[in-house]
């Protein structure tokens, strides 16, 4: 599953990176994923009946709105290089509360997943960058990097003390796996399903333009009273 990771960033870096407006874009996603995080790291740290556990948490959370700034202030300045106006919105995203939803144990799974996943898209963007001489966007991942690759470690330390064993861990992380696939297939189905009710909406309205011309010559609209 990883390896795909890092394979399908490489495969659509010439789709995401390829003029600025897809490239601020994407960096604006990237800003706002960061800051949803850190605003659940506040919480776990919040929550957490460990100090030292609070304080990794803490720091980590400081580290994501670092990043969040990076990518925002990347985002702007491709905003400004595209052939047309490109308003970006405010970096500032909502706590998912998955401390709460999920335990510290599987939080920290879930933590651990999205780390090692971006940290193999990261690594498969700088690749990418450094191919094509874009040394500015390699030296952006590649400084982030050097967190992710920490943040991995730890959160991985962590599950396997909650964990009680490495199998707890491994179970744990499959666990976390399962319930991220399935909060991707709901968000999926809404996503679809808003489409479709456009789509459909739109066309009941064309199909009805044609009845309500027919009805009006059939039945024409007749002013003052009828007796």
């Known amino acids: 599953m990883t390896d795909r990771t890092a394979t399908l960033a490489r495969l659509l870096a010439p789709l995401a990176w390829r003029s600025p407006a897809r490239a601020a874009r994407k960096l604006h996603a990237f800003a706002l994923a960061e800051h949803g995080s850190m605003l659940d790291l506040r919480l776990a740290a919040a929550r957490t009946p460990s100090p030292a556990r609070a304080a990794l948490y803490l720091r980590h959370a400081d580290d994501e709105a670092r990043h969040a ?4 202030r990347r985002a702007q300045r491709f905003a400004g290089e595209a052939r047309r106006p490109l308003a970006l919105g405010p970096v500032q995203a909502d706590s998912e509360r998955l401390y709460e939803a999920l335990g510290e144990r599987d939080f920290l799974a879930f933590v651990h997943l999205g780390e090692d996943r971006a940290r193999r898209q990261f690594e498969a963007y700088v690749a990418w960058f450094h191919e094509h001489g874009r040394e500015q966007d390699a030296k952006l991942f ?14 991985r330390a962590l599950l396997g003390e909650l964990a009680g064993d490495e199998a707890g861990a491994v ?6 796996a399962r319930w991220e696939f399935g909060r991707r ?11 479709v009710y456009l789509v459909t909406t739109l066309l009941l309205y064309i199909l009805a333009a044609p009845l309500t011309l027919l009805i009006r010559l059939a039945r024409p609209i007749r002013r003052g009273w009828i007796e």
């Open 69 to 72: 700034q990076m990518f925002a």
């Open 142 to 155: 590649e400084t982030i990097l050097v967190d992710e690759r920490r943040h991995g470690e730890y959160t």
């Open 171 to 176: 179970r744990a992380l499959r666990k976390a």
């Open 185 to 195: 297939w709901l968000r999926a189905g809404r996503y679809l399903a808003e489409r």
